[in-house]
């Protein structure tokens, strides 16, 4: 059953809008949230992260959005540039010590960004 | 340069004879996990390795071995192959101080395999 989930496999964007792509969880102790990005051929690179004590992290043209109530997170792009076209994969991690360092991902988003 | 290592890049083989993927990394990083990637399932994690000697199940170990005998190398050891395990296969790194340090990791260029 999986714990984290990315509902959209696909989204399509115009170059210079914006970019939002959604992730759900189900596991009410994670408490630690991350977003990587994956080109083709190549392994995932880090992207932006955010703790659950905080509901907004911001770098650059990235930004997540946590709310915890509902279980959600979002991952916002402004604007969003033909590069930013890759697979970008939810991730998240709860702090129990047994399971520091259980990372659970998503199914991922294919964003690509066109001209 | 920086960087996680993984060996083979391709590699096809038969159902049953043992094969090893081999993961180096040069950053002294405490962590290291293995992961496949198939579609429509996302990533999900092996094993991980918090420290030399240091091994603790992911979502999916069954049928997968590994082994941290030292810092910088973390084999992936399939013992008997199966198709299921066909896959694309990614090793990870990353220091293991603190939890933001554990959890945004380093991955290697990825493992084709391919199990006949």
Sequence with gaps: ?115 | EAQVTQNPRYLITVTGKKLTVTCSQNMNHEYMSWYRQDPGLGLRQIYYSMNVEVTDKGDVPEGYKVSRKEKRNFPLILESPSPNQTSLYFCASTYGTGRRAILEQFFGPGTRLTVL
Excluded at chain 1, 11 to 34: A, H, K, P, W
Excluded at chain 1, 76 to 94: K, L, N, R
């Design chain 1, 1 to 115: 059953d999986q714990q984290v989930k990315q509902n959209s496999p696909s989204l399509s964007v115009q170059e210079g809008r914006i970019s939002i792509l959604n992730c759900d969880y189900t596991n009410s102790m994670f408490d630690y949230f991350l977003w990587y990005k994956k080109y083709p051929a190549e392994g995932p690179t880090f992207l932006i992260s955010i703790s659950s004590i905080k509901d907004k992290n911001e770098d650059g043209r990235f930004t997540v959005f946590l709310n915890k109530s509902a279980k959600h997170l979002s991952l916002h792009i402004v604007p969003s540039q033909p590069g930013d076209s890759a697979v970008y994969f939810c991730a998240a991690s709860e702090a129990r010590g047994s399971t520091l360092g259980r990372l659970y991902f998503g199914r991922g988003t294919q964003l690509t960004v066109w001209p």
